[in-house]
Antibody, heavy 121, light 107 residues
Framework: QVQLVQSGAEVKKPGASVRVSCKAS????????LHWVRQAPGQGREWMGM????????RFAQKFQGRVTMARDTSTSTVYMDLSSLKSEDTAVYYC??????????????WGQGTLVTVSS | DIQMTQSPSSLSASVGDRVTITCRAS??????LNWYQQKPGKAPKLLIY???SLQSGVPSRFSGSGSGTDFTLTISSLQPDDFANYFC?????????FGQGTEVEIK
């Protein structure tokens, strides 16, 4: 079955960077876009961006442009999300989620378990 | 960006009740509307995709309808396992955007 397993919780200081990983299994890794979504405490869900594991192309929400990068390692079926210049407002649970074969139109049919990133001095 | 307005933000209901949650898009999204369920500390679970298609394994008491800008999620007979947070998401255009969520609580 499809599984997305994320790395563990992180505590970072303001200004630092964080890397969250998402290891996929149970399907052909390069066939489906992977997305990143976050939810801050008491806030709504925010789409951060997506990566095409096949070619590595990425697209980011304007809000995170310049601060977020995404990469993939096809040998381990893992995608990475790096967020830099962390602020307290970046404290949130970060999820990876599997999209479809195309960049638009498809729902997120599987989600990782979430990774809590806490930004605190 | 497409704004998704979901209502109500919370509701109290009893087991066996019929529950309806609505989601409105700020512009037409055709049928590119998805519904998810999330329980505390758990990952979201896809319930309905493309406005009205039931995800495999999801009980048939869940249904979705709508197109264009107005959409509805209905739970025909609320079960104890259904008390959770429900949210909509549009997949018509980037950035993907979400409704604020509806907390379904036990009356």
């Amino acid at each position: 079955q499809v599984q997305l397993v994320q790395s563990g919780a992180e505590v970072k200081k303001p200004g630092a960077s964080v890397r969250v990983s998402c290891k996929a299994s149970g399907y052909m890794f390069t066939d489906y876009y992977l997305h990143w979504v976050r939810q801050a405490p008491g806030q709504g869900r925010e789409w951060m961006g997506m990566i095409n594991p096949s070619g590595g192309s990425t697209r980011f929400a304007q809000k995170f442009q310049g601060r977020v990068t995404m990469a993939r390692d096809t040998s381990t079926s893992t995608v990475y999300m790096d967020l830099s210049s962390l602020k307290s407002e970046d404290t949130a649970v970060y999820y990876c989620a599997r999209g479809g074969l195309a960049s638009l139109g498809s729902p997120f049919d599987s989600w990782g378990q979430g990774t809590l990133v806490t930004v605190s001095s | 960006d497409i704004q998704m307005t979901q209502s109500p933000s919370s509701l109290s209901a009893s087991v066996g009740d019929r529950v309806t949650i609505t989601c409105r898009a700020s512009q037409s999204i055709s049928i590119y509307l998805n519904w998810y369920q999330q329980k505390p500390g758990k990952a979201p679970k896809l319930l309905i995709y493309a406005a009205s298609s039931l995800q495999s394994g999801v009980p048939s008491r869940f249904s979705g309808s709508g197109s264009g800008t107005d959409f509805t999620l209905t739970i025909s007979s609320l079960q104890p396992d259904d008390f959770a947070n429900y949210f909509c998401q549009q997949s018509s255009s980037s950035p993907r955007t979400f409704g604020q969520g509806t907390e379904v609580e036990i009356k």
